[in-house]
């Protein structure tokens, strides 16, 4: 590349977006790659601290910002994604529906290590809405060598999945058994279904049913056998779930025969959480808290679940860095540091 005075550049092609930014006022390209410089804009590209300026010079072996941008974004991009043109060399991807956030980690670092690539991300399992910014990608400098993207795009081939992607939540039929002998015997009124219906409903799920079973292992099973047979992609036991004698939610999961994967979580709230799997169906014991608290383990758990994850007990503890709910007054999951 060659620079010539900004003086002496009228007629030139910009080779790239010329970023102007008025602190509280505007930061964007004033000027975008391909335009022509004009008399009139030599006072403004000094005022925007331009002195000299790059003059195309095609140097074999190193390829455009924007080419790189282009490259690195269609590497790591996959399923329910939008890509953006580049802008000052950056493309910002975009989720192309409502989902759930899968981003590879060791992918995102993979590319990262690699000098001058920039990959940056929101946190893996993040709920998004369609048209929500999701990740950016840049190279540093004007020109990069080819040699680099090209390592950057077999790095992101060698992951079994993409290192970004929006999955759409499936529509499970969920089928609901509240345990607790003061609510079945009418002692108390139900809170906990209302709240599980309004989560279900706002992940684009249905609820098959509720049950009300005592504090009796073979009447919650007998409950939840009865959502399986009406065809419940996924039930959700309510109460009994911590320390008391009448606690025999987890007894009952257990004894069923069902694969129990976690019996506690390191989540708060939601540690007392429970999820086992008869077959593919998954059973999940859900604590009081969830009918109290705002946001839970079950809120980290549950769309995993509809995105179509059959979750492991590695999968459960590794939320521990992050599992930790600072309750504030005014609840913004996601915008916080919860399940990130
Ligand atoms: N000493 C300890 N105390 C507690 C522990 C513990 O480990 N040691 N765990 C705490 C955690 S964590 C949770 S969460 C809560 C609740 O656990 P449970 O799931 O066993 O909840 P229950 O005992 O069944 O009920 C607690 C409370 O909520 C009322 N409830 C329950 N279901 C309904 C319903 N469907 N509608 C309305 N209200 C309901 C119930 O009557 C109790 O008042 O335990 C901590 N304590
Ligand atoms: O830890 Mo409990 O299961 O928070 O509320």
Avoid at 201 to 218: M, P, R, Y
Wanted: glycine fraction near 10%; charged fraction near 20%.
């Amino acid at each position: 590349m060659e620079k010539i005075k900004v003086q002496d550049s009228v007629g030139a092609v910009l080779i790239h977006d010329m970023t102007q930014i008025i602190p509280g006022i505007t930061k964007g390209p004033r000027f975008r790659k391909g335009h022509v410089v004009r008399e009139e804009d030599i006072p403004v590209l000094l005022s925007m601290g331009k002195e000299h300026i790059y003059v195309w010079d095609q140097t074999p072996g190193l390829i455009h910002e924007n080419e790189a941008a282009e490259r690195l974004a269609k590497a790591s991009c996959g399923p329910g994604i939008t890509l953006d043109e580049p802008k000052e060399g950056k493309i910002t991807f975009t989720a192309a529906q409502d989902g759930l956030l899968y981003v590879s980690e060791d992918g995102i670092l993979a590319l990262n290590s690699l000098e001058y690539i920039i990959l940056s991300t929101l946190h893996n399992h993040r709920p998004v809405k369609k048209g929500a910014k999701i990740a950016g990608t840049r190279v540093v400098p004007l020109m990069i060598d080819e040699t680099l993207v090209l390592e950057a795009e077999r790095l992101a081939n060698t992951f079994s999945t993409p290192l970004l992607e929006v999955r759409p939540l499936k529509s499970f039929k969920v089928g609901i058994v509240t345990t607790g002998s003061e609510v079945f015997q009418g002692r108390i009124q139900d809170k906990f279904g209302p709240v599980l219906k309004a989560k279900v409903e706002g992940w684009g799920s249905v609820v098959l049913g509720q049950t009300f079973a005592s504090d009796d292992i073979s009447m919650i099973q007998h409950s939840i056998r009865d959502h399986l047979n009406q065809g419940a992609d996924m039930i959700l036991v309510s109460g009994g779930m911590s320390v008391d004698p009448d606690d025999v939610t987890p007894t009952a999961i257990k004894e069923m025969g069902a694969e129990l994967i976690t019996y506690g979580a390191p989540v708060l709230p939601g540690a007392m959480f429970l999820l086992a799997y008869m077959g593919n169906i998954p059973i999940l014991g859900l604590p009081g808290c969830v009918m109290y608290s705002k946001t839970t383990a079950f809120d980290l758990f549950a769309p995993r679940l509809l995105a179509g994850e059959r979750l492991s007990r590695l999968d459960i503890v590794k939320t521990g860095h992050g599992g930790l709910c600072l309750d504030c007054p005014v609840c913004s999951y996601p915008h916080c540091s919860f399940g990130k």
